[in-house]
C-alpha cells in the first residue's frame, strides 16, 4: 500500500490505519478487525449488526428451498440497485459475480402464485438477464 515509504513508516502507517478502522467499525457496532488466519478480516456479530451481503448469501443459499417470504426479501435487497454498483475495483469482481448469480438463479427458478410483476436485474457480471418474479400476496 505504501511503496514509497520506508519499511518502518509503511509498518507504522498500517497500524494507525488498523486504529481507526478499529475504532469505526466499534461505532457502527458489533464489528472486529482481526487477522487470525493470516489474512485481514472483519468478523461481524449477526445478532446486533445488519449486513445486506450476508443476509442475501443466506437468502440465496439453496435455490429449491426458497419460500415466499425469502424470495420477496431478495426482491427487495435488489430493488436498490446491483450489488456495490458504484464501486469499480477489479478484486470486487468475483464477490459481485456471486450475489447477482445467486439472485437470477433464486429469483429465475421460483414460480409463486398471484400477479406477475416483472424486475429487470441488470448485473454486468456473469449473468445479465431480466427475470419475471411474481407478486407475492
Known amino acids: 500500500l505504501w511503496s514509497h515509504k520506508t ?3 509503511a509498518r507504522n502507517n498500517l497500524a494507525v490505519t488498523n486504529a481507526k478502522l478499529r475504532s469505526l467499525l ?3 457496532g458489533e464489528l472486529e478487525l482481526s487477522k487470525k488466519t493470516g489474512y485481514w478480516k472483519i468478523d461481524i456479530n449477526e445478532n446486533e449488526v445488519r449486513c445486506d451481503y450476508l443476509e442475501l448469501l443466506k437468502m440465496t443459499s439453496s435455490v429449491k428451498t426458497a ?3 425469502k424470495i420477496s426479501h ?3 435487497l435488489t ?3 446491483a450489488f456495490l454498483i458504484n464501486l469499480e475495483y477489479e478484486w470486487l469482481d468475483e464477490f459481485k459475480a456471486i450475489v447477482s448469480d445467486r439472485i437470477v438463479d433464486t429469483l429465475g427458478s421460483n414460480e409463486l ?3 406477475v ?3 429487470s436485474i441488470y448485473f454486468s457480471y456473469s449473468k445479465k438477464e431480466e427475470v419475471y418474479i411474481p407478486n407475492t400476496p
Open 74 to 76: 431478495v426482491i427487495k
Open 113 to 115: 402464485s398471484g400477479d
Open 67 to 69: 419460500d415466499k417470504q
Open 26 to 28: 466499534h461505532e457502527i
Open 117 to 119: 410483476t416483472f424486475l
Open 79 to 81: 430493488q436498490r440497485g
Open 7 to 9: 519499511e518502518k513508516s
